[in-house]
């Protein structure tokens, strides 16, 4: 095993390029992380202090939402210390505070997807039930949230503990050349299966919606602000699946490649791309969970104001 070589010996055995001076890409690549990580960080802060503050929020649902805005929230951190700490400074990481900068992007990642993936999940029972509110108990999203951490903690932290090459340098992957590419391809068909979970449970809810609201066409008795909130709930769930699509798809095919050995794929030409559009969904997430709610807006003024 090579536990006392450098970063610099594993970039060289993937091949991936270590600069030693600053270039004006890497100079515009932090300077654009940097400027998402601080209005991440600013949106999801806000998210959490008008749920904490807004009683009207202490319901399961914005429970989660001020989950996935914690989650978004230490995915912003996380980027901000990866900017810290790349270009020049990467030769200069010990194993140890390489594996940190990863194990918290990996951490953050996940958690806000596998959130995501539990409100999808939350909004597909509220919707069948004709429900506003979930009824499920505090004791249960609380349990629900400390899994979610958990899972995101295990899939983060797991490379640290064992699933690296540093003992076997032919499995390196070229995007993080200390993790092996099999935990990379791990990694990417877990968010993809989760993925595709929630491309299937958001396409119900669409059509659902869809038909309920062909149904109310028919009969005049329908409240119109009922039929204003379907409405609303169709344009939400679009902006939601779109966004994700957007925002996740490039990375993890990319990822994919790459933990697959693919020697065509320039992945290491879009690997820091991909993974601003990622961060970027963790802006998305504060924006469309939280600004398409007239009580939450209300309260952001409150707080700004």
Request: one cysteine or more; aromatic letters at 12%.
């Amino acid at each position: 095993c090579f536990y006392n070589e450098t970063v610099g010996f594993f970039y060289n055995n993937s091949r991936k390029e270590l600069t030693t001076y600053w270039r004006t890409k890497d100079v515009l690549v932090v300077a654009l992380g940097l400027t998402v990580s601080v209005i991440v960080l600013l949106t999801n802060l806000l998210v959490i202090t008008a749920i904490i503050i807004n009683r009207r929020f202490h319901y399961p649902i914005y429970y989660l939402l001020g989950n996935l805005a914690a989650a978004d929230l230490f995915a912003g951190i996380a980027y901000m210390f990866l900017m810290f700490h790349t270009g020049p400074r990467t030769a200069e990481l010990s194993l140890k505070t390489w594996f940190i900068r990863q194990s918290l992007l990996d951490t953050s990642l996940t958690a806000s997807v596998v959130n995501l993936l539990a409100i999808a999940v939350e909004r597909h029972q509220t919707v069948f039930t004709m429900q506003l509110h979930s009824k499920m108990s505090n004791q249960r999203v609380m349990i629900l949230i400390f899994c979610i951490w958990v899972t995101a903690l295990l899939l983060g932290l797991i490379p640290s503990y064992g699933w690296h090459c540093l003992c076997a340098l032919d499995k390196c992957s070229s995007m993080a050349p200390l993790y092996s590419r099999s935990y990379l391809t791990f990694w990417a068909v877990s968010n993809l299966v989760i993925f595709l979970i929630m491309v299937v449970v958001y396409t119900h809810i669409f059509i659902y919606v869809k038909r309920k609201m062909t149904r109310m066409s028919k009969h005049t008795s329908f409240h119109p602000r009922y039929k204003e909130t379907m409405i609303s709930l169709v344009k939400t769930v679009t902006i939601i699946l779109s966004a994700f699509v957007i925002c996740w798809t490039p990375g993890q095919v990319v990822l994919l490649l790459d933990g697959l050995g693919c020697k065509s794929c320039n992945v290491l030409a879009v690997e820091k791309y991909v993974l601003l559009l990622a961060e970027i969904n963790s802006l998305i997430n504060a924006i469309v969970y939280s600004y398409r709610d007239n009580e939450m807006r209300s309260t952001f003024r409150r707080i700004l104001c």
